[in-house]
């Protein structure tokens, strides 16, 4: 009986937990949280993984080629994928980020692993 007890109890304030944490979500967040075990460990990784996409880096564009979908950045510390500053060529996942892209611009870009290399997969001019 005391084991069943405290099983519940920690659900229940797993369940809390989780219930405040998507509380500024919308009705989908907080329905599929219902479907998913309290005790799933992968609950709040995949949580997290939403706002880790927002992560901007500064940089300064070195070389773009267009027709390779490649750009050169000389780029400060990448927190999201624990990668110290330097200059180095990513992949742009859409030709288009390269439109407005000139070589010596002050930019922040996000770049992410897709499919086990690194991807630039947006651009905005520095402030
Ligand atoms: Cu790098």
Redesign the pocket.
């Known amino acids: 009986m005391t084991t069943f007890n405290n099983l519940m109890n920690r659900s229940l304030s797993l369940l809390a937990l989780a219930g405040a944490a998507t509380l500024p979500l919308s009705a989908f967040g907080a329905d599929h949280m219902d479907k998913m075990s309290p005790k799933e460990p992968m609950a709040s990784a995949s949580v997290a993984s939403p706002m880790a996409a927002a992560d901007m880096t500064d940089g300064v564009i070195r070389k773009i080629d267009k027709s390779l979908k490649k750009i050169t950045i000389k780029?400060g510390e990448?927190k999201n994928l624990e990668?110290p500053g330097?200059t180095?060529v990513f992949q742009v996942k859409d030709e288009s980020l390269l439109d407005k892209a000139k070589v010596g611009d002050a930019i922040k870009f996000h770049a992410e692993k897709q499919g086990g290399s690194i991807v630039v997969t947006d651009i905005q001019p520095a402030q």
């Open positions: 780029h990448i990668m330097m180095m």
